[in-house]
């Protein structure tokens, strides 16, 4: 297991809510949550950085394209 | 990482010790396509020609060179098995991605992780060296990297949940070796079958396995 160092975050009520609402619903931790979501922000950045694009698609198969900024 | 576990010898039936790490490169890769693929092929080749095409590794295509841009990307855990200073098997995990959620409807949406490729060298695959006439030489990798899948799962706080695609081929291993539960065909990846371990059944599997 990678040592790991502690940081405090500070979050708004509704980011809070948000986050015990996330992890509670994927059975994590708060803090599991936060790491997954780090890796997931690494893993569409280094995609589009290769120049793949994000889309989501709806029942239709309709695509709309996800612009990262 | 670098952990000690063991494997069996199967030309003495006896556990000998192997090392299982995580600092895997693209020189492992590498190994796998000079050292794995030649003998898969050629293995390929003979089941082929006696018209055993149920016995053709359904893998046989793979190149793990070209996973090469994803060994920095930390959604991905790969952990590779040495012993007598060759590779004997290698995995990839990812813990965040389109395949991370469970489908077993008591734990549906829950995090997971998901074992993305599994591949055991194909000296220790009793169908391929049958068809080269020769004995496969190690036992219990493919079970040891699902072990090691099944601690990342808890390190990552997912309580040993993983889940995967078997290969047709393999569906027998993780169903009744694994005891992992098969959910279901997944259309959106070859139809190969989904399975996936509970809490309870990942923590069961280790429990045997030691």
């Known amino acids: 297991m990678a040592d790991k160092r502690t940081m405090t975050l500070n979050l708004t009520d509704q980011e809070m809510s948000l986050l015990e609402e996330l992890s509670a619903r994927r059975d994590v931790s708060k803090t599991a949550l936060l790491r997954q979501a780090l890796r997931l922000y690494q893993m569409v950045e280094v995609r589009l950085s290769r120049g793949e694009k994000l889309f989501f698609e709806d029942e239709q198969k309709k695509k709309a394209e996800l612009v990262v900024v | 990482m670098k952990n000690r576990i063991r494997i069996i010898d199967n030309a003495t039936g006896q556990p000998v010790e192997a090392e299982l790490f995580d600092e895997v490169t693209v020189e492992h890769f590498i190994e796998t396509q000079q050292e794995w693929r030649p003998i898969v092929l050629k293995a390929?080749?003979?089941?082929?020609?006696?018209?055993?095409?149920?016995?053709?590794?359904?893998?046989?295509?793979?190149?793990?060179?070209?996973?090469?841009?994803?060994?920095?990307?930390?959604?991905?855990?790969?952990?590779?098995?040495?012993?007598?200073?060759?590779?004997?098997?290698?995995?990839?995990?990812?813990?965040?991605?389109?395949?991370?959620?469970?489908?077993?409807?008591?734990?549906?949406?829950?995090?997971?992780?998901?074992?993305?490729?599994?591949?055991?060298?194909p000296w220790n695959l009793k169908p391929l060296m049958s068809s080269l006439g020769e004995k496969a030489r190690y036992n219990a990798i493919g079970s040891r990297l699902i072990e090691a899948a099944v601690l990342k799962s808890k390190e990552e706080d997912c309580k040993g949940r993983i889940g995967l695609h078997s290969l047709p081929i393999t569906e027998s291993f993780y169903a009744k070796a694994c005891r992992m539960t098969p959910v279901g065909r997944d259309p959106a990846k070859q139809n190969l079958l989904w399975l996936e371990y509970t809490p309870e059944q990942a923590e069961n599997f280790l429990t045997g396995a030691r």
């Open chain 2, 44 to 121: 390929a080749r003979q089941l082929a020609a006696r018209g055993s095409h149920q016995l053709i590794p359904q893998h046989f295509h793979w190149d793990w060179t070209t996973k090469a841009p994803e060994l920095n990307v930390l959604a991905n855990t790969f952990y590779g098995i040495r012993y007598e200073n060759k590779l004997q098997g290698l995995m990839k995990l990812e813990t965040v991605g389109q395949f991370c959620s469970c489908r077993l409807p008591e734990q549906a949406g829950n995090a997971l992780v998901y074992v993305d490729y599994v591949e055991v060298a």
